[in-house]
């Protein structure tokens, strides 16, 4: 080639060359295609430039030849499918709620920048201050090359939705709070019903009614199971900010669980994370505490605001999955401390530094 080629051209030419037939008319995703990284570089020979890459290399072509690098060819492994990936690229988008798109074939992140149109009457507006930075710059060795794919940030928008539905549906939705009234007109049925009772037994042996024997059993009935419903009174906002805050606590744990226990790290099919987010909810119900240390803190408001477990199924929880998973949690984190792969502090300051990072 005359000019040196750009990252669309060098696509082309290497797909040109496969001719992959399973690439025909397939849709590559980081659920279900094994996506790597295919390194490419650009030499330069009497003055014409060559593509190397894994399938096509010379001898001549040296260190000394290199003219420059092309970092974000991918190359899907299944069907031999190449993928040029920018912020325009043909992948689906993932847009999460820090003005970010997730391309769903590699992972990599990159900014929303949204474009106003002009017209007659409307005055220009300054653009925002967009951090255009590498968004995979912790992720690239000395040479530029990625080393691992994003995909951990496409099942983190993901996990973050999925997380945040559960919890509102399991505290702020319209199905529980309709649970909640049943249960407490339940209750007072029950209640007039025992005062009823003692009324007619009254009447019966004709001695006089006492309203503070009828006011107690009437609230020893009702106060029998306590009060949820004047916890999951909040105003949008209010309600908003506490699924946020859970979500964000969720992932900090989930994280903490794959990536710093022995257990995590050997058998992660074990922390599904659908499953995990009721388990871990109901984990920081009670919370978890070794030699001291807080690891998964008690909350308060959980304590007194969660469903029966029993319950779980209406809001779409398999009680079987959620009581092995609690269970899995727990043996995690006692086994790596047992043996000494990391102190109980480790622990619980690792969740906190992740709780920070998550931005939602």
Same mark, same amino acid.
């Given at each position: 080639?005359?000019?040196?080629?750009?990252?669309?051209?060098?696509?082309q030419q290497i797909t040109a060359m496969l001719r992959s037939r399973k690439a025909?008319?397939?849709?590559?995703?980081?659920?279900?295609?094994?996506?790597?990284?295919?390194?490419?570089?650009?030499?330069?020979?009497?003055?014409?430039?060559?593509?190397?890459?894994?399938?096509?290399?010379?001898?001549?072509?040296?260190?000394?030849?290199?003219?420059?690098?092309?970092?974000?060819?991918?190359?899907?492994?299944?069907?031999?499918?190449?993928?040029?990936?920018?912020?325009?690229?043909?992948?689906?988008?993932?847009?999460?709620?820090?003005?970010?798109?997730?391309?769903?074939?590699?992972?990599? @992140?990159?900014?929303?920048?949204?474009?106003?149109?002009?017209?007659?009457?409307?005055?220009? @507006?300054?653009?925002?201050?967009?951090?255009?930075?590498?968004?995979?710059?912790?992720?690239?060795?000395?040479?530029?090359?990625?080393?691992?794919?994003?995909?951990?940030?496409?099942?983190?928008?993901?996990?973050?939705?999925?997380?945040?539905?559960?919890?509102?549906?399991?505290?702020?939705?319209?199905?529980?709070?309709?649970?909640?009234?049943?249960?407490?007109?339940?209750?007072?049925?029950?209640?007039?019903?025992?005062?009823?009772?003692?009324?007619?037994?009254?009447? @019966?042996?004709?001695?006089?009614?006492?309203?503070?024997?009828?006011?107690?059993?009437?609230?020893?009935?009702?106060?029998?199971?306590?009060?949820?419903?004047?916890?999951?009174?909040?105003?949008?906002?209010?309600?908003?900010?506490?699924?946020?805050?859970?979500?964000?606590?969720?992932?900090?744990?989930?994280?903490?669980?794959?990536? @710093?226990?022995?257990?995590?790290?050997?058998?992660?099919?074990?922390?599904?994370?659908?499953?995990f987010t009721p388990s871990c909810l109901y984990l920081m119900k009670e919370g978890?505490?070794?030699?001291?240390?807080?690891?998964?803190?008690?909350?308060?408001?959980?304590?007194?605001?969660?469903?029966?477990?029993n319950t779980l199924e209406h809001y779409g929880v398999q009680t079987k999955q959620?009581?092995?998973?609690?269970?899995?949690?727990?043996?995690?984190?006692?086994?790596?401390?047992?043996?000494?792969?990391?102190?109980?502090?480790?622990?619980?300051?690792?969740?906190?530094?992740?709780?920070?990072?998550?931005?939602?």
């Amino acid at each position: 080639m005359l000019v040196c080629p750009t990252p669309d051209v060098v696509e082309q030419q290497i797909t040109a060359m496969l001719r992959s037939r399973k690439a025909i008319g397939h849709v590559c995703n980081a659920r279900h295609c094994n996506i790597r990284n295919f390194p490419v570089e650009i030499h330069v020979k009497a003055k014409l430039f060559y593509i190397k890459h894994p399938f096509h290399k010379q001898p001549w072509m040296t260190a000394a030849t290199v003219h420059r690098k092309v970092v974000d060819i991918y190359c899907c492994k299944n069907t031999g499918k190449i993928h040029y990936c920018h912020a325009k690229c043909c992948g689906d988008k993932i847009v999460s709620d820090n003005n970010t798109e997730t391309c769903t074939i590699t992972g990599q @992140q990159f900014d929303c920048l949204l474009v106003q149109s002009y017209g007659a009457g409307i005055r220009s @507006q300054g653009s925002k201050p967009v951090d255009k930075s590498d968004p995979l710059k912790c992720l690239r060795d000395k040479d530029g090359r990625v080393t691992s794919i994003g995909v951990h940030n496409i099942k983190e928008e993901e996990s973050k939705k999925e997380a945040a539905t559960l919890i509102y549906a399991c505290l702020f939705s319209v199905k529980r709070i309709e649970y909640e009234r049943m249960k407490e007109a339940e209750l007072m049925r029950e209640g007039e019903k025992i005062v009823n009772r003692y009324k007619r037994h009254m009447d @019966q042996t004709k001695q006089k009614k006492v309203y503070i024997v009828q006011r107690t059993l009437f609230e020893n009935i009702v106060r029998r199971r306590p009060a949820v419903l004047p916890y999951l009174r909040k105003t949008p906002k209010e309600a908003e900010a506490t699924v946020n805050d859970l979500t964000r606590r969720v992932l900090a744990y989930w994280k903490m669980i794959l990536f @710093q226990t022995m257990v995590g790290m050997e058998n992660p099919s074990q922390f599904n994370f659908r499953h995990f987010t009721p388990s871990c909810l109901y984990l920081m119900k009670e919370g978890i505490t070794s030699n001291g240390v807080a690891i998964i803190p008690k909350d308060r408001y959980l304590q007194c605001s969660l469903p029966n477990p029993n319950t779980l199924e209406h809001y779409g929880v398999q009680t079987k999955q959620f009581t092995k998973t609690k269970k899995y949690i727990v043996e995690a984190i006692r086994h790596t401390i047992w043996n000494k792969k990391h102190t109980a502090e480790y622990l619980r300051d690792y969740a906190k530094s992740e709780y920070e990072k998550v931005a939602i």
